[in-house]
């Protein structure tokens, strides 16, 4: 079992920068991959990036690229994800996912646990 726990969410002005984070628990941490998903209300939960078990693959969706950044740190079993340049439609609850054999990255499907969320705002 892995349990997930995300952080860091806030209510940022359009521009600005948050950084999440997501602890995992759990001693296989370093085998998993991991992803970050968000939700607006109303919307399907929708794929934002991810990255293998050693760091060297990592994916992102076309609407982040350029702007969020994520990353590892085994050896502090978390996994974080970094957003700059924040526009109001990145205003979503965020998901970290964990996967022990991810098939396609932006699929939630392919993820075996998920955190509770944290709520992301970015005011115009």
């Known amino acids: 079992q892995v349990q997930l726990v995300e952080s860091g969410g806030g209510l940022v002005q359009a521009g600005g920068s948050l950084r999440l984070s997501c602890l995992a628990s759990?001693?296989?941490?370093?085998?998993?991959?991991m992803g970050w998903f968000r939700q607006a209300p109303g919307k399907e939960r929708e794929f934002v990036a991810a990255?293998?078990?050693?760091?060297?693959?990592?994916y992102y969706a076309d609407s982040v690229k350029g702007r969020f950044s994520i990353s590892r740190d085994n050896a502090k079993i978390t996994v974080y994800l970094q957003m700059n340049s924040l526009k109001p439609e990145d205003t979503a609850v965020y998901y970290c996912?964990?996967?022990?054999?991810?098939?396609?990255?932006?699929?939630?499907?392919?993820?075996?646990?998920w955190g509770q969320g944290t709520q992301v705002t970015v005011s115009s």
């Open positions: 759990g001693r296989t941490f370093s085998t998993y991959g």
């Open positions: 996912a964990a996967g022990i054999r991810v098939g396609v990255w932006s699929h939630p499907g392919s993820y075996d646990y």
């Open positions: 990255m293998n078990w050693s760091g060297f693959s990592v």
